[in-house]
């Protein structure tokens, strides 16, 4: 079965610094993974997402996460974090299968940020 | 595009009730998910079609819920009785079912049961 871990439930940054928020997960086979934000009162939106190629996948906001296989992680990176980043951040993995549409959710990272 | 349309947005009411949640999908998509969101539990799939059938119902917590599909564009979820317990954020979100398809979320209908 497949499975996310979300270490950090609130991490609270300075506004302009760096901000990395952890996910490891576990499952079998190759994994196609996935960051979600969700703003206060919304829904989730996808950030990014990788399930080949380049270990290292850029995504919307300025936000980056590099897979690494080896360590069974998917951290989020972000260089310098804005106020406007204040949300619950997502983990989630998926089956790269045909057959198998089901994805598995951390339990969020809420992030706060402090001017 | 307009996204994934759900509705209503805000919804209470009274124990016993029946309470009925609906999804419109983004054209062309032809997987749909609903989830169910609390502080306790976090979130977990309820139920999903692909091309109107469902093929996972296993996180459908008791008889109380139902779910349809009766069209390409259009889902209903279905609480009957609704109890307290039931209280919760409900989304709805759909994909186009391809290797590594990614689901594109509603804003949710936030559900009290008092």
């Known amino acids: 079965a497949q499975s996310v871990t979300q270490p950090d439930i609130h991490i609270t940054v300075s506004e302009g610094a760096s901000l990395e928020l952890r996910c490891n997960y576990s499952?079998?086979?190759?994994?196609?993974l996935f960051w979600y934000v969700q703003s206060p009162g919304q829904g989730l939106q996808l950030l990014l997402k990788y399930f080949s190629g380049d270990t290292l996948v850029q995504g919307i906001k300025g936000f980056e996460a590099e897979f690494k296989r080896s360590q069974s992680s998917f951290n989020l990176r972000k260089p310098s974090v804005h106020w406007s980043d204040a949300a619950e951040y997502f983990c989630a993995v998926g089956a790269l299968d045909f057959g198998n549409e089901k994805l598995t959710f951390g339990t969020g990272t809420r992030l706060t940020i402090i001017p | 595009d307009a996204g994934v349309i759900q509705s209503p947005r805000h919804e209470v009411t009274e124990m016993g009730q029946e309470v009925t949640l609906r999804c419109k999908p983004i054209?062309?998509?032809?997987?749909l998910f609903w989830y169910r969101q609390t502080m306790m539990r976090g979130l977990e799939l309820l139920i999903y079609f692909n091309n109107n059938v469902p093929i996972d119902d296993s996180g459908m917590p008791e008889d109380r819920f139902s779910a349809k599909m009766p069209n390409a564009s259009f889902s209903t979820l279905k609480i009957q009785p609704s109890e307290p317990r039931d209280s919760a954020v409900y989304f709805c979100?759909?994909?186009?079912?391809?290797?590594?398809?990614?689901?594109?979320f509603g804003p949710g209908t936030r559900l009290l049961v008092l």
């Open positions: 054209s062309g998509h032809n997987s």
């Open positions: 499952y079998g086979a190759t994994p196609y």
């Open positions: 979100a759909s994909s186009l079912r391809t290797v590594g398809g990614t689901q594109y």
